[in-house]
């Protein structure tokens, strides 16, 4: 059974970086890419940028460009998603899914609070 | 503002048949094929069409898809209570480089 559970929520302060971890279990984790998606409070989905299997690609939407990394632990089965210099506006419940265009299964998904 | 359009809300009785639109561009749902995500409040989405007109396994078939030109819609046919939730159309746009999503239509089961 497909499973992707996520690290648990955060609060940071204007200006600092958050890490989301990712971890993948009930399939073989280097066959699919990862996509992460987020939802501010009362909005719609906004697709951050995307994985490929085994690393070898990543596409992030230009609105995070500069500002996001995503990356994964194959041998954790781990993807994460690291966005720098948070501001209010980053505050949103952040998704991972199996592939590229959000996908079959998703995370439940990490409240990330930005607040000073 | 989204890229891609749909009707912020749409209703119907139970039974009705109920259509969501969701409008692009040449650069994105002219071009490639559209996925469908149902979302209940403070849950994940869910993938109910994918590849314009599939749908996954355990999704009933009362959903379907369909697209033509730069728009695409999605059906829900003999609407029943539990169909009250959220939908989005997503889809890759070519021009952005980048997975773009409808702003979402609150179905409302009256």
């Known amino acids: 059974q497909v499973h992707l559970v996520q690290s648990g929520g955060e609060v940071k302060m204007p200006g600092a970086s958050v890490r989301v971890s990712c971890k993948a279990s009930?399939?073989?984790?280097?066959?699919?890419?990862i996509s992460w998606v987020r939802q501010a409070p009362g909005q719609g989905l906004e697709w951050m940028g995307w994985?490929?299997?085994?690393?070898?690609?990543?596409n992030y939407a230009p609105k995070f460009q500069g500002r996001v990394s995503m990356y994964s632990d194959t041998s954790a089965s781990t993807a994460y998603m690291e966005l720098r210099s948070l501001r209010s506006d980053d505050t949103a419940v952040y998704y991972c899914?199996?592939?590229?265009?959000?996908?079959?299964?998703w995370g439940q998904g990490t409240l990330v609070t930005v607040s000073s | 503002q989204s890229v891609l359009t749909q009707p912020p809300s749409s209703s119907g009785t139970p039974g009705q048949r109920v259509t969501i639109s969701c409008s692009g561009s040449?650069?994105?749902?002219?071009?490639?094929?559209v996925n469908w995500f149902q979302q209940f409040p403070g849950t994940a989405p869910k993938l109910i069409i994918y590849?314009?007109?599939e749908r996954p396994s355990g999704v009933p078939d009362r959903f379907s898809g369909s697209k033509s030109g730069t728009s695409a819609s999605l059906a829900i046919s003999g609407l029943q209570s539990e169909d009250e939730a959220d939908y989005y159309c997503?889809?890759?746009?070519?021009?952005?480089?980048?997975?773009?999503f409808g702003g979402g239509t609150k179905v409302t089961v009256l």
């Open positions: 040449n650069s994105n749902i002219g071009t490639n094929t």
């Open positions: 590849n314009n007109n």
């Open positions: 899914a199996r592939g590229r265009i959000g996908g079959d299964y």
């Open positions: 994985i490929s299997s085994n690393n070898v690609y990543t």
């Open positions: 997503a889809v890759w746009d070519d021009s952005l480089s980048a997975v773009v």
């Open positions: 009930g399939y073989t984790f280097s066959n699919y890419g």
